[in-house]
Each structure stands twice: as C-alpha cells, then as structure tokens.
C-alpha cells in the first residue's frame, strides 16, 4: 500500500488543522493505521492510532482531549483533526500502514509494527 499525506501547514498557537492520508490499493481495511511525528532533533514518537475499522483508538498522552483520529474505509483515507495546537506539536507527522492478520487487532503505539509509511507533511505551530 502507498500513503500520501497531506494537509500540514504554519499556524499559531490554539489553531487546528485536519491531516489527511490517502491510501493506494483495494484492502484498505486490511490495515490498522498510526500517524507518528518527528520533531527537529528527536525520535520519531507516536501520535495516534486506529483499528481496521475504526473502532478502537489509541492515543499519546500529550494529544488526549485535542487530536482525534480517524478513518473512511470507503475512501481509503485517514485522518489526524488536531485542535489546541501549540507549538511543542511542531513536527514532522507520518502515516502509517500496519497489516493485521486478526480482526480483534488492537491499535499499535510501537512504530516498527508498522509495514508502511507516507512521506511526512510538516506541521508548524507558531507561539
């Protein structure tokens, strides 16, 4: 599967932004998804992550309560609504494509569970 992120930008603090990723390839619903970001100078660090369907959702501390995640198994697209940015947030965010072999497959936080990645759209939050 190839992913393609998109919607980064510059905003100021307390802004919101919506990154998309679109997926290539008719077993979308094959894979769990994760969006991941890497900041200047650090590890790249988990941010958010979905089951196959949807249902079950994982989240970074430091996001709770302001990023959701989602997916539309229709339009082989996910989705990170980020609100309440602040400039800590800055980084460079991934997507990410893991296959699952159960259904019961519960959302990863661990990056190299992860069979596929996007290139990153590059998110700057002002102060």
């Known amino acids: 599967v190839q992913l393609q992120a998109s919607g980064g930008g510059l905003v100021q603090a307390g802004d919101s932004l919506r990154l998309s990723c679109a997926a290539s390839g008719p077993t979308f619903s094959s894979y769990a998804m994760g969006w991941f970001r890497q900041a200047p100078g650090k590890v790249r660090e988990f941010v958010a992550a979905?089951?196959?369907?949807?249902?079950?959702?994982l989240y970074q501390d430091s996001v709770k309560g302001r990023f959701t995640i989602s997916r539309d198994n229709a339009k082989n697209m996910v989705y990170l609504q980020m609100n309440s940015l602040r400039p800590e947030d800055t980084a460079l965010y991934y997507c990410a494509a893991e296959y699952i072999v159960v259904w019961s497959h519960k959302p990863q936080s661990d990056p190299q569970k992860y069979d596929y990645w996007g290139q990153g759209t590059l998110v700057t939050v002002s102060s």
């Open positions: 979905i089951s196959w369907s949807g249902d079950t959702t």
